[in-house]
Structures are given as structure tokens and as C-alpha cells.
């Protein structure tokens, strides 16, 4: 009778033990995944599968709390990198005065475009910009508000799309500083002069070197590098 217990015993022991090795775990942000646009909800948050360098992948999209983390990807499909310690106001984008984040677009294939600030005789003219965290999109409006700025940085920011979402601008100087500090975990940036679309002066714009994060006044028309961002 004891053989017989011990080996039902043993027996009990495999059934319950060997199917742990063939059950898969739940999947972690940045595992690969095979179907886009399925969502799982893990104990990280939210995931879902979509691209990411071209290759499929679950991203976090909202943490367990319900927030969102500097590295989780937003609700445009961005990266997110900032996050504010209270609302912040950005007029003309769609969380208006309730904002909490700023998400970048990642970067297109190819590279970031290079574009103008202002186009004739609008890079002798003063718009009245401003350069904290929630005044890029006002900016980027105001721009171009003036008329005669197609085929600048303000309007390629105004008029990207992703996610659905419209509401993109052109960073003011502080936020693209924070895009500066969070570079390499949003990715695709190269060593060299990005726009803002806060104004220095009459004919001057602020730019980040993405290389060592100087930020420097230069005149509106050279082309430098650019990268839409928006608030949530």
C-alpha cells in the first residue's frame, strides 16, 4: 500500500508540474508580437502589438494606474517624453487646458526633414511667440497665422497625422530641450540643429543642437532639422 501511495503521489506530481513549462508568460513591453493592433492588459498596464523600427512589438499604451511614463508609446502613436508633475495649459491642442504630456512622432524614413522657420518677407517679421512647456502649438498656429509660410517647419509639424490625431506642432524652445534629454529613447535624431517655434528676435528663431543640447538664436530662413510633438 505504501508503493502504491508514493507512486499516485509521483504521478499527481507530473500532472500538476509539467504543464508550467508549456504555459507562455505574459508578454513584455518591447517582446515581439505577431497580430498589429491586438491589445493584451498584463500587470505593467496595457500593451499593444504595433510596429516599432518595423518590426512588431507590444508597446505599453497606458500603465496599470491608468497614466502615462516617459518611454510609453502615446495615444498618437508617439513616444512619450515629458511628463508633467500637474496640467499644463497648450491652447489649440486637444487636451487644452487639462495637459499632462508630450509625445514625439517618431522619425520617418529618411530622416527628419530640413525646412525654414518663416518663408520671404515673413523672416523679417516679429510673430510674438512664446518658449514654455504648452506654447508650441499656439506657436506653431500663430506661424502660420501670417500667411506666405508654406513649405516651413511650422506647417509640416501643423499638418502631420498620426494616430488619428491632428493636433501635432512644432516644439516651443522648452520642450524641444526636453525632447533634447529624452533623444535616444525616442530615437531616429541625428547630430545636428533641430527648430523650435519660439522666436530669439525680429529675424531670429531658437534651435537645439541634438549633439551637445546648445540652443542658439539663428535667422528664420536655413533649413534645419524637424520633429513634430504634441500634448495629451
Not at 192 to 201: A, G, H, K, Q, V
Request: aromatic share 10%.
Amino acid at each position: 500500500m505504501k508503493v502504491v501511495r508514493r507512486l499516485v503521489a509521483a504521478v499527481v506530481l507530473v500532472a500538476v508540474v509539467a504543464p508550467v513549462s508549456q504555459v507562455s508568460a505574459a508578454p513584455k513591453p518591447n517582446d515581439r508580437c505577431q497580430k498589429a493592433g491586438r491589445e493584451r492588459v498584463t500587470a505593467a498596464g496595457t500593451l499593444r502589438c504595433q510596429s516599432v523600427g518595423g518590426v512588431l512589438r507590444w508597446s505599453l499604451v497606458k500603465t496599470a494606474s491608468g497614466g502615462y511614463k516617459v518611454g510609453d508609446i502615446g495615444p498618437g502613436g508617439g513616444i512619450v517624453f515629458y511628463v508633467a508633475p500637474s496640467t499644463f495649459a497648450s491652447p489649440g491642442s486637444d487636451c487644452a487646458s487639462s495637459c499632462r504630456y508630450l509625445e514625439a512622432a517618431p522619425a520617418p524614413r529618411g530622416g527628419d526633414p530640413w525646412l525654414p522657420w518663416a518663408a520671404g518677407v515673413n523672416s523679417r517679421r516679429l510673430v510674438g511667440t512664446s518658449t514654455g512647456i504648452g506654447s508650441g502649438r499656439a506657436n506653431t498656429i500663430a506661424i502660420l497665422e501670417q500667411g506666405g509660410n508654406s513649405g516651413t517647419a511650422a506647417e509640416y509639424a501643423y499638418e502631420y497625422v498620426r494616430g488619428g490625431k491632428r493636433d501635432w506642432h512644432l516644439p516651443s524652445k522648452d520642450e524641444l530641450d526636453e525632447l533634447f534629454k529624452r533623444r535616444r529613447l525616442v530615437g531616429g535624431f541625428v547630430d545636428y540643429y533641430y527648430r523650435s517655434s519660439s522666436e530669439f528676435n525680429v529675424t531670429n528663431a531658437w534651435i537645439q543642437g541634438f549633439g551637445y543640447g546648445s540652443q542658439y538664436g539663428t535667422g528664420k530662413t536655413p533649413s534645419h532639422r524637424v520633429r513634430p510633438v504634441r500634448a495629451f
